[in-house]
């Protein structure tokens, strides 16, 4: 606050016709911290004392993108700033995408179908934590869903390792009665070996 006030005594004993000499004698401020604010382009910017700066900031400009393309749950964002590095819980990602998320109604999306057996999704993220005997552990929903019938198969699970994954699929290939030609997968790690900037190029 104390640097706002002086920005503004600054200017205004400057527009008054006083010299950086005169301004540094009246206000007992040095000369270059007198320069600095005649000078300047913009006031200095205000800001709590004690506000850390939240954990979330270097991730917030690509939830907002990814919020901007496609409505996606706070759940799923969650998912995708962890694998690049976010440590934080899921609560921190909840509140602020419901922050800049859109109010005004979503415009309708043309749905892409396949035929009969050609094409499923699969998605995978974290749900929610539960006491087990003291220990609280972390919630995983697998879900699968057919890209013709919109048919899904849904099982919750405590792991996200490659065995629980595969057996996850097994569990829906006997649920649906079968599989499909093509299996859609959203940048999932234990999918994706190398990495690419265009998420059609990872292998």
Not at 66 to 92: H, K, M, S, V, W
Not at 105 to 127: F, I, N, S
Request: aromatic share 12%; hydrophobic share 35%.
């Amino acid at each position: 606050m104390r640097k706002m006030e002086d920005f503004f005594m600054i200017r205004d004993l400057h527009h008054q016709g006083l010299n950086i000499s005169q301004i540094s004698q009246k206000t007992g401020l040095h000369r270059n911290t007198v320069r600095k604010q005649i000078t300047a382009q913009t006031s200095p910017v205000m800001r709590k004392i004690g506000q850390p700066a939240s954990i979330l900031d270097p991730f917030k400009d690509y939830i907002q993108q990814r919020i901007n393309e496609y409505p996606l749950c706070a759940t799923r964002i969650l998912r995708e700033i962890r694998d690049q590095g976010f440590t934080g819980q899921y609560t921190i990602v909840k509140d602020y995408i419901r922050q800049i998320r859109p109010q005004e109604g979503t415009l309708a999306v043309l749905r892409y179908e396949t035929k009969p057996g050609v094409q499923a999704q699969v998605d995978w993220g974290e749900c929610y934590h539960i006491d087990e005997d003291g220990r609280i552990r972390k919630v995983y929903c697998f879900s699968i869903v057919l890209g013709y019938s919109r048919m899904r198969y849904v099982e919750f699970t405590f792991s996200t390792d490659v065995y629980t994954f595969i057996q996850c699929h097994i569990h829906a290939f006997k649920y649906f009665g079968g599989y499909t030609k093509e299996i859609l997968y959203d940048n999932m790690k234990q999918i994706i070996i190398e990495r690419a900037i265009k998420p059609k190029d990872h292998t």
